[in-house]
């Protein structure tokens, strides 16, 4: 079964971090560009991090910079979102997406309209 499969969400009190996971089932990551968005109870889904396909160009939401860190290992056919510094307004449910040959502007600002796939989802709370 083709699928992005997200792990690594969990309860952490403010200040703490965590490590999410974003892992290819059934295809390889190589040729996309991911993306981290999350979306908070009434709130709209928003772009938190991307990446390109070659790891060399990575963007993030102004609300994470200097907090978050993407990255990709393609030899284990994953991308990970390192989040440091949480705080309660980064609770949400996390998901990444994959799209191939994003453009530029797309890229940078996290918009992925044509995602050819979703992960389920994990939940991040932050809270004391």
């Known amino acids: 079964q083709l699928q992005l499969v997200e792990s690594g969400g969990g309860l952490v009190q403010p200040g703490g971090s965590l490590r999410l996971s974003c892992a290819a089932s059934g295809f390889t990551l190589d040729d996309y560009d991911i993306g981290w968005f999350r979306q908070a109870p009434g709130k709209e889904r928003e772009g938190v991090s991307c990446?390109?396909?070659?790891?060399?160009?990575?963007n993030y939401a102004d609300s994470v910079k200097g907090r978050f860190t993407i990255s990709r290992d393609n030899a284990k056919n994953t991308v990970y979102l390192q989040m440091n510094s949480l705080k309660p307004e980064d609770t949400a449910v996390y998901y990444c997406a994959a799209q191939r040959r994003l453009p530029a502007l797309m890229l940078r600002l996290c918009v992925f309209p044509r995602a050819e796939y979703w992960g389920q989802g994990t939940q991040v709370t932050v809270s004391s």
């Open positions: 990446i390109s396909s070659s790891g060399g160009n990575t």
